[in-house]
């Protein structure tokens, strides 16, 4: 089990850049106002910005919860 050392939440974001330090895991839901497009879980280092990148969705956003783990 990883030590929790923060906690964001990603809601209705079209991007989002994960806090600047350390290291985050993550995982979001990817849709748009009608459907459900895909679900992303991962990890990166802080700084990184995240995109639903689904050109076949326009308006595709994400909603989630980042956890830095280092």
């Keep these: 089990a990883y030590g929790l050392k923060g906690m964001d939440m990603i809601i209705a974001r079209t991007t989002y850049t994960l806090p600047g330090y350390g290291t985050w895991k993550y995982m ?3 849709a ?9 879980i991962g990890e990166n280092a ?8 689904y050109p076949s969705y326009p308006g595709a956003f ?6 830095r783990s280092a």
């Design 32 to 40: 748009t106002d009608s459907e459900f497009v895909d679900m992303v």
């Design 46 to 53: 802080g700084g990184t910005t995240l995109v639903p990148n």
């Design 62 to 67: 994400m909603d989630g919860i980042a956890f």
């Design 28 to 30: 979001y839901l990817v």
